[in-house]
């Protein structure tokens, strides 16, 4: 059982429970099920508001630049909660064990960072609620006219925070954003898997094979109350600040080989592909950058990716008393290239390494 009260009035009580089975030497199950709170930090409730350049894109428009955007904290944010449910079983037989285990959070007025291209598209989607008004708001074929954009504005119903500029309102001078809000909910169900083998070669050293997977079941997220509930499985999701890119798959696999004070630790990284829904910023890039990305991501997918490190360590120099180990390594080692999309910034980072192939060195002095 666990209770914070903090001094700006946030309090809460959470209990856990949990419990264990050992239905044999080679099984285990276990079940776990708890609450969990966080408070908003003072920077998210009291952060001075401050202003500098982001990009929109405008869905009732041809506006697709930078512009002033304004945050700040937001004394509104309400506590976040949420409650875990786990149900697991670990099997061992001998060098070789594998643990599954089976979550679900249900998260109820998740905190989360919203940006000014979010508050666009909020505001187009209460514009399509109030008019009836069908088309995507991508391409000019599908944004409404100017005199529907001029009746939304006069009709006291557009988000003050996107100030427009009065002699052409399909000019964006400013958008301001709380910085963080409360969505409705978010509840995540996954998978995750463990598994471990362990196998000598005598004078040829010792081998381990480790697997780190998750299974993403669902993600099921509502920005606010009058929105609907959207599923994030499979999808970038780069228009929400609700949900994460969330591939389906996420795995490493590592091989690792130890004789003496000789280790050598290769992993291989596997991301599944996602559905690409970003914005296309390609004519802002081609403007600024004279560069084109690759626009046949749009509509698409983000594709799947796997690279691979490898790393080798000595340990056991006695240098003053103290032992020294060193380590060589490479990271992407074969210089795998994020796939580019028309979003801002080039490549989604948090799926697939910009950076390329890295090598680094690292020494550690035990004393």
């Avoid at 408070?39 to 405008?58: E, F, I």
């Avoid at 005598?202 to 959207?230: K, V």
């Avoid at 000595?314 to 290239?337: A, C, H, K, M, P």
Wanted: hydrophobic share 40%.
């Amino acid at each position: 059982m666990r209770r914070e009260e903090f001094s700006t009035g946030q309090k809460s009580t959470d209990p856990k429970v949990g419990v264990t089975w050992v239905a044999a030497d080679w099984l285990t199950l276990r079940a776990t099920t708890g609450d969990a709170f966080i408070a908003p930090s003072l920077t998210q409730l009291l952060d001075p508001v401050s202003c500098g350049l982001s990009t929109v894109t405008d869905r009732f428009s041809p506006f697709s630049a930078f512009t002033t955007y304004c945050a700040g904290g937001n004394p509104a944010l309400n506590n976040e909660t949420s409650t875990s449910n786990q149900l697991g079983f670990d099997l061992t037989f001998g060098d070789f064990d594998l643990s599954v285990t089976w979550n679900e959070t249900d998260f109820d007025n998740r905190i989360v960072g919203i940006s000014g291209q979010q508050i666009m598209n909020a505001d187009f989607a209460a514009f399509q609620a109030w008019s009836g008004f069908t088309g995507s708001g991508v391409g000019a074929a599908n944004q409404p006219s100017a005199a529907q954009l001029a009746a939304w504005v006069a009709s006291g119903l557009a988000n003050p925070d996107i100030i427009r500029d009065p002699n052409d309102l399909g000019t964006i001078l400013q958008v301001t954003s709380p910085g963080s809000v409360n969505a409705q909910s978010v509840k995540v169900t996954a998978y995750d898997i463990q598994s471990n083998y362990r196998f000598s070669l005598n004078d040829w050293g010792d081998f381990r094979l480790n697997l780190q997977a998750t299974m993403m079941d669902s993600f099921e997220y509502q920005d606010n109350a009058t929105s609907p509930i959207e599923e994030g499985v499979g999808k970038a999701n780069l228009l929400t600040g609700t949900a994460p890119a969330v591939p389906e798959w996420k795995a490493n696999l590592r091989l690792g080989w130890v004789l003496g004070n000789h280790a050598v630790t290769g992993t291989i990284h596997y991301v599944d592909a996602v559905d690409w829904d970003g914005t296309n910023y390609i004519p802002v890039i081609q403007r600024f950058a004279n560069t084109t990305p690759n626009p046949s991501i749009i509509g698409g997918e983000v594709k799947a990716w796997t690279d691979f490190d490898v790393a080798y360590t000595y340990r056991g120099v006695n240098l003053y008393g103290g032992e020294l180990g060193f380590t060589i390594g490479s990271r992407n080692v074969f210089d795998r290239q994020a796939q580019r999309t028309p979003d801002f910034a080039g490549v989604i980072g948090e799926l697939q390494d910009p950076m390329g192939r890295s090598i680094y060195a690292r020494m550690v002095y035990d004393f």
